[in-house]
Structure formats: C-alpha cells, structure tokens
C-alpha cells in the first residue's frame, strides 16, 4: 500500500509503568519536561503528515508491514533510486521502540532528511545502498503515552524470546526474515533508541556474547561513525552488553543467533536531556560511517557536512599474523598529536605505541608482541586504535606465540 493513509480513531489513554531496560529508568524529572504527555512531543498523526511529505519522493517507496495490537499500520520507507537492485547494499532502521525516547525518532528523522536530500553524499547512497527504515515502530505506546510498553503492556524491546510473540515483533520479526532471503540482504540493523542520560553512544556486545572477530567489527564500525562528529559520540567501549553470553530476548538477539557476523546490528542511544540536539551531525555521521563499514568509499566531501579527514588513515599492519614483530603503518594529513594504543579482545589496555606530535606525511612503528611492561603477550587477536584530533580508526592483528 503506497501513500495511502487512514484518518486515526481516538483511544483512551492511560500511563504506562517503566522497567528497568538498557536505556535506563524514566527519572521523576522526566514528568517536568516540556513534552505533550499524551504522545512525548511526536504523535501517530504527525507520522502521517510526514510520510504524506516524504512520499512525495521519486525515491520512497511506503508500505504497511502490518498492524499493532490497537490496529495502527506499522509504515516503512524503502529509499533508493534502485530499490530492486538485486546488489545495492541494504541498511535496515527502526525507531521509537520506546515511546518516551523520542529522541531516537529525530536522529532518523534527520537521516531520512539527509537521504532525500539534493546532496552529492546522498545521489551517491541512493544509487548504491538500499534503506528500510520504520520511522516508529510502537504508534499503540507512543498515543497511549507509555514510557516504554505497547497496548498490552508489554517492552516489545526485549519481548524477542516470548511466546507468543507481540503483533510488532512478528511483523519486524518477519520482515527481517524476508529481506535476508534477497540477493542483497541486510548488512547493518540499526536500533534507534535515547537513553536518560546526557550521551550518545551505541551498546557494545563483549566478545562473550558474540565472537572474537564481531568484537573488532563492532569497534571499528564504532569508531568509523565516531569520526565524523567530534566530540558527539562516546567511544565504543562506554556501555559494554553481553558480558555472560548471548540474551534472546533483544532484536540484536535473534540477528546474531540468525545471522552472526554477517549483519553488523547494533541499539544507538541519542541523548536524552534538555541538552539533547545536532540531530543532523548525528545523522550525517551514522550515515557516512555506515557507508565506510560497507566498503562504500564515497570521497567528495569538500564543502559538504563531513568532518573526516581526507588522507589520514590507518593501514593493516604487516605481517598479519605474525609471530616477531609487525609493522603499523599511518598517514597523517595535519600536523597532531598522535595516540595508538593496543588492547585484547576485551578491551583491555595492552601498550600505548605512541603518544605524541608528528608532522605531515606517510608514518611506521613496530610492534614486537610485548606489552607496557616488556612481557610477551598471549597469542591470539589484538586491536589497535589511532586516535588524532577528531579522527579515530581500529584493526585488528593476530600474534602467534
């Protein structure tokens, strides 16, 4: 069904309770902000009114995947100028989960705003990448008012692993399932949420939970994003998830059970403070670091909203496994301080490099499978992460011992 829309029915609306969740519990002070409390600032209707507006679009496509428990259509964009290539890489968003962090909902806002736009960065998305996004994924919570729960009361968040499964999470459940049966399935899941706190970070899965090389996937997908945004993103290892195995209750969940390494799914956390904003930054820099972990390498950046620096870069180190020592190479395109330091798998500190100034130009160090304090490390995977100015890049390399 494309841009046809149904006037909404009025409800009774009641508030919700909260939980504990990974986004944290709603504070008290939550009652005193300037929110509409029936539907915290963004309701269904104005959801309407928007997809009228983005349906305008030769690039949007808009579909009901189906309904919620109170009836409402679960709409998605599809955004692309070649949405049936059977080889553009697909990107897969859903937002507003949790109807009180309606901040998750203006980041994606903000995303559909820069994909849409007359802007080179985006042509060049549309014609190689394919977007579904779900704009708000629980409308029922969002006009009854609830901080977190759909009509039956239910965190369709963490509601993955029940039977039977929430109307919503069948329907995103099956949606999944269909596109990864395409020639092109998903490669990045995307979960937008805001946590009560005033930072943005994305919730890091620890090796336990997942495998050694999805750990290094994650930190460098993290730290790519990080780098268009200065000072806008804590670093990867600030909320660390999965500690103790895998849950199987979270979308995450079922995409690593399903689909392990090969889908880079990750829960964003916007910030959710009267100091919350730069939706646009933060939207432009997911979007380019998703385009750099799908080895879309999109150059012309001059002029336009990008702060990554062309020519700084950090290469693999060689040999690559080694077992003596290994050569890191980096090229610097500004005159900075330069910091690379290597960790375990766990994120645990091994030895700092290098920290210092340097100049200009193509730069060397050696690494001879020591740590801080001249003993040789372990063999198996290492991470090591350059750091200089507003850029940050990580690798990882494998010492045999």
Same mark, same amino acid.
């Given at each position: 069904?494309?841009?046809?829309?149904?006037?909404?029915?009025?409800?009774?609306?009641?508030?919700?309770?909260?939980?504990?969740?990974?986004?944290?519990?709603?504070?008290?002070?939550?009652?005193?902000?300037?929110?509409?409390?029936?539907?915290?600032?963004?309701?269904?209707?104005?959801?309407?009114?928007?997809?009228?507006?983005? $349906?305008?679009?030769?690039?949007?496509?808009?579909?009901?995947?189906?309904?919620?428990?109170?009836?409402?259509?679960?709409?998605?964009?599809?955004?692309?100028?070649? /949405?049936?290539?059977?080889?553009?890489?697909?990107?897969?968003?859903?937002?507003?989960?949790?109807?009180?962090?309606?901040?998750?909902?203006?980041?994606?806002?903000?995303?559909?705003?820069?994909?849409?736009?007359?802007?080179?960065?985006?042509?060049?998305?549309?014609?190689?990448? %394919?977007?579904?996004?779900?704009?708000?994924?629980?409308?029922?919570?969002?006009?009854?008012?609830?901080?977190?729960?759909?009509?039956?009361? %239910?965190?369709?968040?963490?509601?993955?692993?029940?039977?039977?499964?929430?109307?919503?999470?069948?329907?995103?459940?099956?949606?999944?399932?269909?596109?990864?049966?395409?020639?092109?399935?998903?490669?990045?899941?995307?979960?937008?949420?805001?946590? *009560?706190?005033?930072?943005?970070?994305?919730?890091?899965?620890?090796?336990?939970?997942?495998?050694?090389? *999805?750990?290094?996937?994650?930190?460098?997908?993290?730290?790519?994003?990080?780098?268009?945004?200065?000072?806008?993103?804590?670093?990867?290892?600030?909320?660390?998830?999965?500690?103790?195995? @895998?849950?199987?209750?979270?979308?995450?969940?079922?995409?690593?059970? =399903?689909?392990?390494?090969?889908?880079?799914?990750?829960?964003?956390?916007?910030?959710?403070?009267?100091?919350?904003?730069?939706?646009?930054?933060?939207?432009?820099?997911?979007?380019?670091?998703?385009?750099?972990?799908?080895?879309?390498?999109?150059?012309?950046?001059?002029?336009?909203?990008?702060?990554?620096?062309?020519?700084?870069?950090?290469?693999?180190?060689?040999?690559? /496994?080694?077992?003596?020592? =290994?050569?890191?190479?980096? @090229?610097?395109?500004?005159?900075?301080? %330069? =910091?690379?330091?290597?960790?375990?798998?766990?994120?645990?500190?091994?030895?700092?490099?290098?920290?210092?100034?340097?100049?200009?130009?193509?730069?060397?160090?050696?690494?001879?499978?020591?740590?801080?304090?001249?003993?040789?490390?372990?063999?198996?995977?290492? %991470?090591?992460?350059?750091?200089? $100015?507003?850029?940050?890049?990580?690798?990882? @390399?494998?010492?045999?011992?």
């Amino acid at each position: 069904m494309k841009h046809t829309f149904i006037l909404l029915f009025l409800f009774s609306f009641v508030l919700g309770q909260t939980v504990n969740h990974k986004c944290g519990i709603i504070p008290e002070s939550e009652l005193i902000l300037q929110r509409d409390n029936q539907n915290w600032g963004y309701g269904y209707d104005s959801l309407l009114v928007d997809l009228n507006r983005w $349906g305008e679009s030769p690039f949007v496509t808009i579909d009901s995947l189906g309904a919620t428990v109170q009836n409402r259509a679960l709409w998605e964009l599809t955004i692309s100028a070649n /949405p049936e290539s059977s080889s553009n890489h697909r990107i897969y968003i859903h937002a507003r989960t949790h109807p009180g962090e309606e901040e998750s909902f203006w980041v994606t806002n903000e995303i559909i705003n820069l994909l849409l736009s007359d802007t080179p960065i985006a042509e060049f998305v549309r014609e190689n990448c %394919v977007f579904h996004i779900i704009p708000m994924y629980n409308p029922d919570g969002v006009e009854l008012g609830f901080a977190r729960e759909n009509a039956n009361g %239910v965190d369709i968040e963490s509601g993955w692993d029940d039977e039977p499964l929430e109307p919503e999470v069948n329907v995103l459940k099956n949606r999944f399932i269909e596109l990864m049966t395409t020639d092109n399935p998903v490669e990045v899941a995307l979960n937008m949420h805001s946590a *009560y706190s005033c930072v943005r970070y994305f919730v890091y899965h620890d090796v336990d939970g997942t495998s050694e090389n *999805y750990a290094v996937l994650e930190q460098q997908f993290i730290s790519g994003i990080q780098s268009y945004f200065e000072g806008g993103f804590e670093n990867w290892d600030y909320f660390i998830s999965w500690t103790s195995g @895998t849950p199987d209750q979270y979308p995450e969940s079922w995409w690593w059970v =399903t689909h392990g390494e090969n889908v880079m799914a990750l829960t964003y956390e916007d910030m959710n403070c009267a100091e919350a904003g730069l939706y646009d930054s933060t939207a432009n820099a997911i979007v380019r670091g998703v385009c750099d972990y799908i080895e879309l390498n999109y150059m012309n950046i001059d002029g336009e909203n990008g702060t990554h620096p062309i020519g700084l870069s950090l290469g693999q180190n060689y040999p690559n /496994p080694f077992n003596s020592n =290994t050569k890191i190479q980096y @090229t610097l395109s500004e005159e900075n301080i %330069v =910091t690379i330091i290597l960790y375990d798998i766990k994120g645990s500190k091994i030895k700092t490099l290098i920290n210092n100034r340097q100049t200009v130009g193509e730069k060397s160090i050696l690494w001879d499978g020591k740590n801080d304090v001249g003993e040789l490390v372990s063999g198996g995977m290492y %991470v090591y992460t350059i750091t200089s $100015g507003n850029f940050s890049s990580t690798r990882k @390399t494998i010492f045999l011992k």
